[in-house]
């Protein structure tokens, strides 16, 4: 008897659906079952709206969630977290969320949704929907706030509310059709500087209200002590911190330094972070430093004991919407050294308080340091041009000269970096900042 495929294929699908429908009737009994669950958390949700972010890295952007959901927990706000990233969270996150008694769900790794084939990639969003529906429930994610990334098929709902928090993806990310779509179905956008913003509304063309709220200083780093630095004795610790991609101008620092050492300056260089670039700058620092001149730390969890072993903090970046790391060294009362680029003037307390450096290199130029051109942008904001325009690096020559002149006047870039610390510390807490997110969410939602 021949074969009926189109029988058989029908077959292979409502048996899929059954399935299908077993596996979300057990996995979701208890949900079911346990009425008062769903009173706790109808009960303390008091309007806060759920956060979507990818929480299986450990970087900037879940530093400052982590942060932010602490302190918001504190003012009696239940936390809502859909982790975007087909991982789970991390460890540390989990139990972070968990002692706030924060709900984190993770839909891309549902297993009841992951058992269809990628033929269904429909009805594995809309089943991640509703099992995420169910989990955190429906009127809790009326409001999302999505961290750096647009919202995947599962969150969007013809009702459902939208802010985009841009953390870097206008600047990092091309301009086309698809992500430009993307933006314009947000109800507003949270940018992280002025300089974000430009690039929000002149490159990529969004007509919707745009708030800047610039990031706070991370706990560890607000209460520590602050010192007003001497100056060394025997040699000056130069830092950088960062991942070690292309578009963090690592390269410019070490040739910098070797510029620096050429001329007989005491300096050594520490480079905290990690990255796909890391191979390609040991290899440079092996040709142009001293082995006792240089130190590749990798990551770095405790930015404080850093900073306590710094004299002057180096951010050489060809493109920073906002620049965290420089701040907090700044917070730290240590001179700090910036490439006059994009958000970097603006974490300055006071004009003066860091030293800007014009970046000069073009990415072609850039790359013959010891570098690569990948995953850089396509145009970042020249404060002191006010215009966007093609990336640039530093000139290590240029760094350098900036560098010998905060050592050779070491004193006086101590006392105002001191003075740029303390008002750091009262205007960037995790209180003001907190408090203006949570003005805007009011705004917006």
Same mark, same amino acid.
């Given at each position: 008897?021949?074969?009926?495929?189109?029988?058989?294929?029908?077959?292979?699908?409502?048996?899929?659906?059954?399935?299908?429908?077993?596996?979300?009737?057990?996995?979701?009994?208890?949900?079911?079952d346990t009425a008062d669950r769903t009173e706790k958390y109808e009960m303390r949700a008091v309007g806060l709206p759920a956060n979507y972010l990818a929480l299986d890295d450990f970087g900037g952007l879940?530093?400052?969630?982590?942060?932010?959901?602490?302190?918001?927990?504190?003012?009696?706000?239940?936390?809502?977290?859909?982790?975007?990233?087909?991982?789970?969270?991390?460890?540390?996150?989990?139990?972070?969320?968990?002692?706030?008694?924060?709900?984190?769900?993770?839909?891309?790794?549902?297993?009841?949704?992951?058992?269809?084939?990628?033929s269904m990639r429909k009805t594995r969003g809309w089943v991640q929907r509703i099992r995420l529906n169910q989990m955190i429930g429906r009127s809790n994610l009326d409001h999302v706030v999505c961290w750096?990334?647009?919202?995947?098929?599962?969150?969007?709902?013809?009702?459902?509310?939208?802010?985009?928090?841009?953390?870097?993806?206008?600047?990092?990310?091309?301009?086309?059709?698809?992500?430009?779509?993307?933006?314009?179905?947000?109800?507003?956008?949270?940018?992280?500087?002025?300089?974000?913003?430009?690039?929000?509304?002149?490159?990529?063309?969004?007509?919707?209200?745009?708030?800047?709220?610039?990031?706070?200083?991370?706990?560890?780093?607000?209460?520590?002590?602050?010192?007003?630095?001497?100056?060394?004795?025997?040699?000056?610790?130069?830092?950088?911190?960062?991942?070690?991609?292309?578009?963090?101008?690592?390269?410019?620092?070490?040739?910098?330094?070797?510029?620096?050492?050429?001329? *007989?300056? $005491?300096?050594? !260089?520490?480079?905290?972070?990690?990255? %796909? /670039?890391?191979?390609?700058?040991?290899?440079? #620092?092996?040709?142009?430093?001293?082995?006792?001149?240089?130190?590749?730390?990798?990551?770095?969890?405790?930015?404080?004991?850093?900073?306590?072993?710094?004299?002057?903090?180096?951010?050489?970046?060809?493109?920073?919407?906002?620049?965290?790391?420089?701040?907090?060294?700044?917070?730290? *009362?240590? $001179?700090?050294? !910036?490439?006059?680029?994009?958000?970097? %003037? /603006?974490?300055?307390?006071?004009?003066?308080? #860091?030293?800007?450096?014009?970046?000069?290199?073009?990415?072609?130029?850039?790359?013959q340091l010891g570098s690569t051109n990948e995953k850089l942008p396509e145009y970042v904001y020249f404060p002191s041009l006010q215009s966007i325009a093609e990336p640039k690096a530093l000139a290590p020559?240029?760094?350098?000269?900036?560098?010998?002149?905060?050592?050779?006047?070491?004193?006086?870039?101590?006392?105002?970096?001191?003075?740029?610390?303390?008002?750091?510390?009262?205007?960037?807490?995790?209180?003001?900042?907190?408090?203006?997110?949570?003005?805007?969410?009011?705004?917006?939602?």
């Open positions: 008897m021949p074969c009926n495929y189109k029988i058989l294929g029908g077959f292979r699908y409502y048996s899929r659906l059954y399935l299908l429908g077993r596996r979300l009737k057990e996995q979701t009994q208890d949900y079911f879940q530093c400052l969630y982590a942060g932010f959901a602490e302190a918001v927990a504190a003012k009696g706000y239940q936390i809502y977290t859909v982790n975007r990233a087909k991982a789970g969270p991390l460890p540390h996150f989990s139990a972070a969320l968990e002692q706030i008694d924060g709900v984190v769900q993770s839909p891309q790794t549902y297993r009841v949704a992951n058992i269809l084939p990628n750096n990334a647009p919202p995947d098929r599962y969150m969007r709902t013809k009702h459902r509310k939208f802010v985009f928090y841009d953390h870097g993806y206008s600047s990092i990310n091309k301009v086309n059709t698809w992500r430009q779509k993307q933006l314009s179905r947000m109800n507003g956008i949270i940018s992280v500087s002025e300089s974000n913003k430009r690039l929000l509304l002149d490159l990529w063309q969004y007509q919707g209200p745009v708030h800047v709220v610039s990031n706070p200083l991370r706990q560890a780093i607000a209460r520590q002590s602050l010192n007003k630095r001497n100056t060394p004795t025997k040699e000056f610790r130069i830092t950088c911190a960062a991942r070690l991609i292309s578009f963090k101008g690592i390269a410019s620092v070490i040739h910098a330094t070797s510029y620096l050492i050429d001329r *007989g300056y $005491p300096v050594k !260089l520490t480079i905290a972070g990690d990255g %796909p /670039e890391a191979p390609t700058l040991k290899e440079t #620092a092996q040709k142009l430093l001293p082995k006792d001149k240089v130190a590749f730390l990798g990551l770095v969890q405790d930015m404080a004991a850093l900073f306590d072993e710094t004299d002057i903090f180096v951010a050489p970046s060809l493109r920073e919407p906002f620049g965290l790391s420089p701040l907090e060294a700044l917070a730290s *009362g240590i $001179p700090t050294v !910036l490439s006059n680029i994009d958000g970097h %003037p /603006e974490i300055l307390p006071f004009e003066g308080a #860091a030293t800007l450096v014009e970046p000069e290199l073009s990415v072609r130029e850039y790359v020559d240029s760094l350098a000269e900036a560098l010998s002149r905060v050592i050779e006047t070491y004193a006086d870039h101590a006392n105002t970096a001191y003075e740029a610390a303390q008002q750091i510390r009262i205007g960037s807490s995790i209180e003001n900042y907190t408090d203006n997110l949570l003005d805007i969410f009011g705004k917006v939602f």
